[in-house]
């Protein structure tokens, strides 16, 4: 360590009430000799004792085509071969011997990470590294990167520098630290000014800038036990979608889109799940009849709200996407009691993503209830939007026009009471004893006995879903006149069924064309799991 100081020296730069330590457990820390106060420089490192891409590539001048990443560690694999007789030689000479990251983790330690995003980016970025090696032929090295941009301002492309002294401070988050850059990369030198007051024997942090458990872990080694900016990735699946491409040709259209590399994936965080990604998932859940309108939208804001059904798609849709991601998080089964330190910042990441997790569920249920309550705020009024299937797409300004007032102050609403369920269709005790005469298993035929179901609830003059039958029914007759591929259904069911229980399924009221419409309402305003109609 001495001799690395005196390097930093030799070399123009300087450090003043600092301690150097190292410990058993991680890579070292620093710590105040004495009370550093706010605007007090602590540091200033020479620019020419760092390792820059531009650096670099004079010694590998040939190598253009390579990444700065892999050119960069390419030039520190060589430096150390060189040992006593390279310039940096010092600075090499107390970089870690062990590094904490997880491509490094024995397998056990890798248990810990399971079920994790993390784990899948270990052995992608693993497999990379092996790949980049058997190109190069070369050990590849990890270290702390710092922007190159530090050095040379009128640097544009994206490039990594190692910061010798820089580097061996750790990081902690909101630390008040600024970077003053003095001189021209050549001859100039960053010095760090400390914000804040650190107390002598207290340990000196660097700040990052905002960093999540995951980004921290994956790059350094180290997380924290509660982390402002950690976030849970998530990315749909279209691949499997029948209307795949066409939803993804609406996102596209209206710039549907996370500002990611991947521009699918997105990161929900404690208190914040985006509203870009809400807008993805009202157009993943979208049915053939949603897309088929949606896909003449342009703009971003037409789904922010599509519709009941669509929004209560959305929403079970998301619970279903977070509550798998939690339950396999769960399941790994991990002991807690003799821990590692690298399984203990294994167990802070889990339990960082867990909690994100189980906290944005709580949220989307919230919302699930806030759209119920405007449901049943809806029925009650009877109010339903003018054209049919009920999108916003097609009703511009009736849904912004509706207004709810003291809606928090209601109690809870049940889902049944807002939605049709086929429970609710075979209340009626003499339907349901026909209903179960004439299928053996219901289950098996549910969605014949769920059209029978609504043609008979249409029936009822008194049934609160009324509006809802005579709008959708009116629109559909108007609108459909080729039912070939109802008739041979239609046909093994009636006139037989009428035949057998004139009093319950009367000719008129179960025709092929209105067959037709119970299939249309099942079609284009169903959700699943539960399966129910949305009628509004």
Known sequence: MDEYLDWIARNGGSYSKLDFRRDQETNGTVHATETVYPNDTFATVPFRVTITEKVARKTFADLSDVSCRNVMALFVAYQSLLGDQSFYAPYLNILPKQILTPFFWETEDLHYLDQTNLATAVRERKLNIFNDYEALVVRLSAELPFPYTL???????????????????????????????????????????????????????????????????????????????????????FSR?????????????????????????YYVHREHIPQMFLKLMRVLVMNQTEAKIYIQCKDSQQLEWVGYRNELAMVAMTCALLQSRLNAIRAVELNRETTRWVQRCALMYRDGQEQILALTLISMENLKQTIFKKMARDKKQER????????????????????????????LVMMDSVTITLGQLLRDKKFKST??????????????????????????????????????????????????????????????????????????????????????????????????????
């Open 151 to 237: 050095i040379d301002p009128t640097h544009t492309e994206p490039s990594e520098v190692l910061f010798p002294l820089v580097d061996s401070l750790n990081h902690k988050p909101n630390t008040k630290i600024t970077w003053v850059r003095s001189g021209d990369d050549q001859s100039g030198s960053l010095s760090f000014v400390s914000g804040q007051v650190f107390n002598a024997g207290e340990e000196m942090f660097n700040n990052y800038g905002p960093k999540s458990n995951e980004e921290l872990l994956l790059g350094y080694g180290f997380c924290f036990e509660v982390n402002e900016h950690d976030h849970v990735a998530l990315k749909p699946n």
């Open 241 to 265: 979608d029948p209307n795949g491409q066409v939803k993804l040709e609406i996102l596209k259209q209206c710039h549907i889109e996370s500002g990611n590399p991947d521009p699918l994936t």
């Open 384 to 411: 339903i939007a003018p054209v049919t299937p009920f999108v916003n797409y097609l009703n511009p300004g009736y849904f912004e026009s509706l207004t709810y007032p003291d809606l928090e102050a209601e109690g």
């Open 435 to 536: 209903i179960e005469q004439l299928f053996e298993d219901i289950e098996e035929e549910e969605d014949v006995v769920w059209m029978i179901g609504l043609l008979h609830e249409r029936t009822k003059k008194n049934s609160p879903w009324k509006p809802f039958f005579e709008k959708t029914e009116k629109a559909y007759l108007q609108e459909h006149q080729n039912l070939e591929e109802l008739e041979d259904l239609h046909g093994s069911l009636f006139p037989a069924f009428s035949e057998a229980f004139p009093d319950i399924f009367a000719p008129q009221d179960y025709t092929v064309q209105l067959f037709g419409w119970a299939d249309m309402v099942m079609n284009t305003y169903t959700i699943e799991n539960p399966l129910c109609v949305v009628p509004l």
